[in-house]
């Protein structure tokens, strides 16, 4: 008579879960300042110039604001374009040349360590009070402004990935795992030539018609 063990694999709770791909977002967007000098994290890249270190300055204020302060657990670090009002006029959206780059990384990683402990601490269903948002909505929980925040780092992340490329052509983690040099150039002709199928002639009419 044979006899059946089911084993219940242990299952990360909704919390760490969360947490675990905040920090894949984090590590992400850290990874697309390596090897890359002070000017080149710095400069605009876009027209409404989105830069590498300013994404990596915007998040790490962002997540104090709702992981911290927002469930009454601020962090004490003094964020000059916030105390002067100034994260208004989107201060917080790039570095000044007297903001070392090593520092903005540094409150960035003190920022999510004192965030994920606050987290841990509370809980998901934490109630949560966000001063800036219309007073008949203001009222949340911690679970939902984890949410946010994971979608917001997550998407900064993707910014800092094509930034990163337009600035050395490096692509993101498994870029080499896709192909060599002659697969990605394939591969580029092959969406260059789908695309073509569709340029606009100059009478106004499309290539492929």
């Keep these: 008579m044979t006899s059946e063990t089911s084993t219940t694999l242990a299952q990360p709770s909704l919390t760490e879960e969360l947490l675990r791909y905040l920090q894949q977002g984090r590590d992400a967007l850290l990874r697309s300042l ?5 000017y080149d994290v710095r400069r605009p890249l876009t027209p409404s110039g989105t830069n590498l270190l300013g994404l990596v300055k915007h998040v790490a204020g962002v997540e104090l604001a709702y992981l911290a302060d927002s469930v009454g657990r601020p962090s004490g670090e003094r964020l000059s374009w916030v105390e002067d009002g100034s994260i208004w006029d989107s201060a917080d959206m790039w570095a000044t040349a007297e903001e070392s780059g090593d520092d903005l990384v540094r409150l960035y990683q003190q920022a999510w360590a004192h965030c994920d402990a606050a987290v841990r601490e509370l809980g998901l269903d934490a109630p949560a009070s966000v001063e800036w948002w219309p007073e008949e909505r ?14 917001e780092v997550s998407q900064h992340a993707g910014h800092a990935d094509v930034l990163r490329e337009s600035i050395d052509g490096r692509g993101g983690r498994d870029h080499d795992e896709m192909g060599g040099e002659e697969w990605w150039t394939a591969h580029l002709a092959r969406i260059q030539a789908a695309a073509d199928a569709h340029r606009e002639t100059p009478s106004g009419g499309e290539a492929g018609s």
Aim: net charge positive; proline share 0%; aromatic share 0%.
């Design 34 to 38: 390596d090897g890359l000098g002070d």
């Design 138 to 151: 203001r009222r949340t929980t911690l679970g939902s402004l984890l949410v946010r925040c994971v979608a």
